[in-house]
Nanobody, 115 residues
Framework: VQLQASGGGLVQPGGSLRLSCVSS????????MGWYRQAPGKQRELVAA???????NYADSVKGRFTISRDNRKNTVYLQMNSLEPEDTAVYYC??????????WGQGTLVTVSS
């Protein structure tokens, strides 16, 4: 299974980006999909996740600014990021999870928020 993330880049504070992650795996629709991020010197953290049924959860730091969504026809999960802050600077990774042992990661896409 390959997860191909894209959409990162350099953006000014207050700007927006949309990340995409395409999965080559089968049965995408039943996966829990998540976006994680890792800033320099920090541990990887969950940013947002969406279940097969469409339920979502977010880190407190991004609530109201980020939106996760999925298109099962395209095997793709998205992360719309608005009102970006310098603290959002990190490498963003997508994850596909299905218990008990289906757990795959994309290669990461760098988001830099700076003026």
């Amino acid at each position: 299974v390959q997860l191909q993330a894209s959409g990162g880049g350099l953006v000014q504070p207050g700007g927006s980006l949309r990340l995409s992650c395409v999965s080559s795996g089968t049965m995408f629709s039943i996966n829990r999909m998540g976006w994680y991020r890792q800033a320099p010197g920090k541990q990887r953290e969950l940013v947002a996740a969406i279940t097969s049924g469409g339920s979502t959860n977010y880190a407190d730091s991004v609530k109201g600014r980020f939106t996760i969504s999925r298109d099962n026809r395209k095997n793709t999960v998205y992360l719309q990021m608005n009102s970006l802050e310098p603290e959002d600077t990190a490498v963003y990774y997508c994850n596909a999870y299905r218990p008990p042992a289906y757990d795959y990661w994309g290669q990461g896409t760098l988001v830099t928020v700076s003026s």
